[in-house]
C-alpha cells in the first residue's frame, strides 16, 4: 500500500513516515500543498494523509482540486484541535477521515486503515494465494499457518504480486509499482528480490506459486489453476541471478 503525506512541518512528517513504514506501508511526503496535489493526482496512491495548514496551497484546496478532477483517494485530514469548522469543511469536500493534532500515532494507523477497508473494492483484509496468506492488517505473510518474515519490500512486492493473481505483470510495472522508479533493463534487482521472495514462500515440492514469464515478468498463480493455461514459459532455473 502506498501513501502519500502532504504536511509541511518536517518533524511531524517524518514521525508519521517513520511510523508507517514500520507498518509496512510505502510512504512519500510533499512538504507544501502545491506539489501534493501534483504527486497526489498522478495516482498511485492508495491512501493520502492531509494536513490543512500548508504553504503554497491549504488542505482544503488540494482536497477540493483533487476531487473535482475525479480522484477518489481516500484521505485523512489533520486538523487543528477543537476546530469544528475545519472538520465539517473537510468532510463537505470529501474527506474521508479527520484527525485532530496532536495525535497519537496508533489513532492515525487505525484510522488510515479504516478508511482503507472502506475503500477497497476488495473490502478484504486478507489475499490468499495456495497455502499462502498474507494479512493486510498485521502484514504478516504465512504459508500453511507458518509466519513468513519479510522485509518492507518484499512485503510490497509479495503485496503486489497477489493483489493481481494470475495476471502478467511486467517488470517495468512492477518496477513502478513496488519501487516508484521506471524501469531500467539493465538492473536485475526485480529478479534479485523474487528469488529472495521464493526463498521465503515457495516449498521445493510443492507447485510453483511465482512463475517467470520469459521475457517479461512475472506472474503468481494459485497452484491448482488450470495448466493448460500458461504457455510454458515456467523458468527452469528458477530465477537465477545474472
Ligand atoms: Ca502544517
Redesign the pocket.
Known amino acids: 500500500m502506498r501513501i502519500l503525506v502532504i ?3 518536517r518533524k ?1 512528517a517524518s514521525f508519521i513516515k517513520r511510523g508507517l513504514e514500520e507498518e509496512r506501508y510505502l510512504v512519500d511526503t510533499a512538504a507544501d500543498g502545491e506539489l501534493g496535489l501534483s504527486m497526489a493526482t498522478a495516482g498511485g496512491y492508495d491512501a493520502i494523509v492531509l ?4 504553504p503554497k496551497m491549504d488542505g482544503f484546496e488540494v482536497l477540493s482540486r483533487l476531487r473535482t478532477a475525479g480522484h477518489a483517494t481516500p484521505v485523512l485530514m ?1 486538523t487543528a484541535r477543537g476546530t469544528t469548522e475545519d472538520r465539517v469543511q473537510g468532510l463537505d469536500l470529501g474527506a474521508d477521515d479527520y484527525l485532530a493534532k496532536p495525535f497519537h500515532f496508533e489513532e492515525l494507523a487505525a484510522r488510515l486503515r479504516s478508511i482503507l477497508r472502506r475503500t477497497t473494492t476488495e473490502k478484504t483484509t486478507k489475499l490468499s494465494c495456495g497455502p499462502l496468506t498474507l494479512d493486510l492488517v498485521s502484514h504478516f505473510a504465512y504459508r500453511d499457518d507458518q509466519e513468513i518474515e519479510l522485509t518492507t519490500k518484499e512485503y510490497a512486492l509479495l503485496e503486489y504480486l497477489m493483489r493481481n493473481k494470475e495476471r502478467v505483470l511486467s517488470r517495468s510495472l512492477i518496477m513502478q509499482h513496488v519501487w516508484k522508479h521506471n524501469f531500467d533493463p539493465e538492473s536485475n534487482i526485480i529478479d534479485v528480490y523474487i528469488k529472495r521472495l521464493r526463498q521465503k514462500i515457495e516449498h521445493p515440492d510443492r507447485p510453483q506459486l511465482v512463475q517467470s514469464i520469459r521475457g517479461v515478468g512475472y506472474r503468481m498463480r494459485e497452484p491448482d489453476a488450470d495448466s493448460a493455461l500458461s504457455n510454458g514459459v515456467d523458468d527452469p532455473n528458477n530465477g537465477d541471478v545474472r
Open positions: 504536511e509541511d512541518e511531524v494536513d490543512v495548514m500548508l489533520l
